[in-house]
């Protein structure tokens, strides 16, 4: 009988200590709060170990990592596979092509893709990439890579379909959905409740409410996909969405009597929805029907729950649910803590935010980049300017600090730069610029001309300001390049 892979030595499974057996690989990275940091720690230090380990054990941790989005170590992990002498099967492959997107870019994972042994290239790996390009928006490429897969016979399911269908949606092209349906059917290629989800949302999306409702009859007539809780989930919300309360409220009835398994998600989306038709019993009775199924309570689950508290208003409810948190929490998760420091920051309550941030702080959870977000917020609705870009620049650091990017929103930009262009504070807005650089690649017209207008209100002058506007390929409008006239003056 073959033995099972894994790194290092090969070894009989049945000799395995008592130690491994106790602590699989993913419990060995998620031991410390399952943070990006800590992660990648753990994944280090155990790369470097060369501890042994089962090729179960790195699908089922790579698995995990993809759900928490952790990418660059799930990337890490999957290229040390083939390292270390444990062969990749074509589903593995298409796993890692998935990560290499996410991680390197989509040319990154055209050229893995092409790499591949022919024999690889079958409609696990050709879906990734298809998944791939669907996820960044590029239809002409999706559309043709799935007409490549036709040609080629590659015996559809209903994945490929559901991937374009799901880009259309993205794209703002709702009415091409019907005729994917209309080919699925004709090529006899079954729908799942995923396809089914796609087109209701699709049908939503152009006012066609009885359309999304004649989906769901003709899944019970076809019989062959049972409407499961991510249906009525589904309904729910393009009823809430609709303003049909009523209507939304008895499909969560058939929500709640689906989750016979009592999935945590539903749980949740139950508590979401409810809270978005305004119905705070319903909410609270949920919330008590989850705590019951789930004694230990995830971290996930009371960050929902508050947030829920904190959009209908009920800032009690949010702080005595806070506090539970608080007081049995295995990881101070500052996720949690952030609503209700925005919760705190939008009634003006700056001094019990800050104490909430400090008291994170010492339970070891530090400030992330939406914790000084709020704050920037804050004091920018308050007319600190100071703090103001201050927190943002802390939001901007702690963002590439912890392995990614945070960008402030457009809005905010505009906001910004239109206080300086009214108090005509040339040197605010160029130091604002500076800090922005460290987020945003390209500065774009939408900062230079109120940076131009500045600038002009303030009665200063700038030789280079052409020169950077070329540098930044910036094309401003008729107005500002009048105004170019007189502040580019040597």
Partial sequence: MAMPQRFGRTKNIAKRSKKHLEEALYDRLFKKGGSDVSVRQQLNQFLKSKKRVFKWEVGDTLKKLRDRKLYYPALKLSENMEKRGMNKTVSDQAIHLDLVAKVQGIDAAENYFVDLPETSKNHLTYGSLLNCYCKELMTEKAEALLEKMKELNLGFSSMPFNSLMTLYAKTGHPEKIPAIIQE????????????????????????????????????KRDGRVAADWTTFSNLASIYVEAGLFEKAERALKELENRNAHRDLSAYQFLITLYGQTG???????????????FPKTANISYLNMIQVLVNLKDLPGAEKCFKEWESGCATYDIRVTNVMIGAYAKESRLENAEELKERARRRGANPNAKTWEIFSDYYLRNGDMKLAVDCLEKAIDTGRGDGGKWVPSSETIRTFMRHFEQE???????????????????LGVEVFEPLIRTYAAA???????????????????????KLLEAICVE
């Avoid at 290629?189 to 006012?207: E, G, H, K």
């Avoid at 705070?280 to 019951?292: A, F, G, K, P, Q």
């Avoid at 280079?464 to 409008?477: A, G, Q, T």
Wanted: glycine share 4%.
């Fill in 279 to 293: 119905n705070l019993s319903e909410v609270y009775r949920i919330w008590r029907s989850l705590r019951l199924a």
């Fill in 424 to 442: 005509k504070d040339v040197d605010g807005a160029e130091g604002f610029l500076e800090i922005l650089k460290k987020a945003v690649d390209d």
């Fill in 184 to 219: 699925m059917k004709a090529s006899s290629i079954m729908p799942d409740s995923y396809t089914y989800n796609v087109w209701m949302r699709a049908l939503a999306a152009v006012n066609d409410i009885s359309g999304a409702e004649r989906v769901i009859e003709e899944m």
């Fill in 459 to 481: 009665g200063r002058t700038s030789p280079v300001m052409l020169r950077r506007l070329k540098m930044e390929k910036v094309e401003v409008s008729e107005a500002s390049k």
